[in-house]
């Protein structure tokens, strides 16, 4: 398996309407991580094609922005429509185009890293494009893995191990980290080991 990815840090702006604000109605009622979602999809619009299927995966989903909006006692449709998780999947397909099957997942810290461990160990022939978009401190993560068997440019080798002890320091923000300043190492995780090649 082969693993792709682009990482990108988005401020979250909305005082000047973004390029892609004509494509996304009512953009500027998007909460952080669905703001930063389109901004990093129209910066990375050359990555997505080939793709079968899409993963947005965070650590909290959209809880957050709902318990703003019940605390704030906002029940107008109009206001909560925003903050559901299938929004931050429409605002990457208006801008992307892509049209297919699409899954929302949080599970806290380790989101992303069981997102791909559970997909590489089902070796699909589908290429998949999995999203993690997470706000640290004040910056937006927002980080595209694409995943398949045969892709023409890959930046990780991904094997399946047995018996190897599972790393239980190991999160999405650490695997970023790795990713961004390692030359060559191996992680392992529910025994799937990534080893950087480029």
Known sequence: MQIDYRLTEIPFDKRTP????????RWHQLDGESFCLAQATYE???????????????????TPTDRKFVT???FSPS??????????????????GFEGEVFCLAGA?????????????????KSSLVININQHEEIFLCDFYK???????????VNIFKNIEVNETIND???????????????????????KIV
């Open 44 to 62: 990375n619009l050359d990555f997505f094609e080939g793709i079968d299927r899409v993963f947005v995966v965070g650590a909290e989903g959209s």
């Open 173 to 195: 923000l650490s695997f970023r980290n790795f990713l961004t300043n390692s030359e060559q190492v191996t992680m392992d995780f529910n025994h799937v080991g990534f080893r």
């Open 72 to 74: 704030d006692r906002k």
């Open 147 to 157: 995943v398949g068997t045969s892709l023409s440019k890959y930046k990780l080798e």
């Open 79 to 96: 206001h909560f429509v925003h903050t559901l998780p299938n929004v931050r999947s429409l605002s990457f397909s208006l801008i992307s």
């Open 18 to 25: 973004p390029v892609w604000g004509e494509k996304v109605n």
């Open 109 to 125: 810290s380790k989101s992303l890293m069981r997102t791909l461990s559970q997909m590489i160990q089902l070796d699909s022939e």
